[in-house]
């Protein structure tokens, strides 16, 4: 069975860091493009960013591009969000999700089919 | 970006009626190629992940009871929920993978 739990959210100043983390378990984590998704309260989903299975790879909304940071430990089975310069407007639940099947490095054009709990981003002083 | 426009934002039905959301993306979503429509909706209970429930605009996903149907292609989509179920009650979304950023809609609270 495929799981994601995300961990690392919590409460942060603006202007502060947090580092998002999501195991995964019941694939083969190295073969599958991740994404994150979030939702403020009350709102949509807003999907933030995605990573290929080796990295070379990474593309983010521009909203958050410059501040935050995908990356994976194949090895650990674990996806990660870096967040740097965080805002009020950050302030979100966020998903980890894997897309439906295995896809080129190059390029991954999929849904996403599993979806972690999310972890909760609060971004406030 | 595809901006990603779903209609109504809420909807009122009764049990055991048909329930109809419609998507409208930007720009079409049909990748020529494969003659694949990039799309897909997603179903969200209040305090749960998404859901998936349809990719490719119309292929159901595993485990999805049959009563939820999508179709559509191009720019124009629709969720149609026949004969609704309580459980049914739920934020639905679509998305479009055809392009980054995956953008989706803004959701469609439905309810009983």
């Known amino acids: 069975e495929v799981q994601l739990v995300e961990s690392g959210g919590g409460l942060v100043q603006p202007g502060g860091s947090l580092r998002l983390s999501c195991a995964a378990s019941g694939f083969t984590f190295s073969s599958y493009w991740m994404h994150w998704v979030r939702q403020a309260p009350g709102k949509g989903l807003v999907w933030v960013s995605h990573?290929?299975?080796?990295?070379?790879?990474?593309n983010y909304a521009d909203s958050v591009r410059g501040r935050f940071t995908i990356s994976r430990d194949n090895a650990k089975n674990t996806l990660y969000l870096q967040m740097n310069s965080l805002r009020a407007e950050d302030t979100a639940v966020y998903y980890c999700?894997?897309?439906?099947?295995?896809?080129?490095?190059?390029?991954?054009?999929?849904?996403?089919?599993?979806w972690g709990q999310g972890t909760r981003v609060t971004v406030s002083s | 970006d595809i901006v990603m426009t779903q209609s109504p934002d809420s909807l009122a039905v009764s049990l055991g009626e048909r329930a109809t959301i419609n998507c409208k993306s930007s720009?079409?979503?049909?990748?020529?190629?494969?003659?694949?429509?990039?799309l897909a909706w997603y179903q969200q209970k209040p305090g749960q992940p998404p859901k998936l429930l349809t990719y490719w605009a119309s292929t159901r996903e595993s485990g999805v009871p049959d009563r939820f149907t999508g179709s559509g292609s191009g720019t124009d989509f629709t969720l149609t929920i026949t004969s609704l179920q309580t459980e049914d009650v739920a934020v639905y979304y679509c998305q479009q993978y055809y392009e980054t950023p995956f953008t989706f809609g803004q959701g469609t609270k439905l309810e009983i």
């Open positions: 999700a894997r897309v439906g099947a295995q896809c080129s490095s190059t390029g991954c054009y999929l849904y996403l089919q599993h």
């Open positions: 990573i290929n299975t080796d990295e070379s790879i990474r």
């Open positions: 720009q079409s979503v049909l990748y020529n190629s494969n003659k694949k429509n990039y």
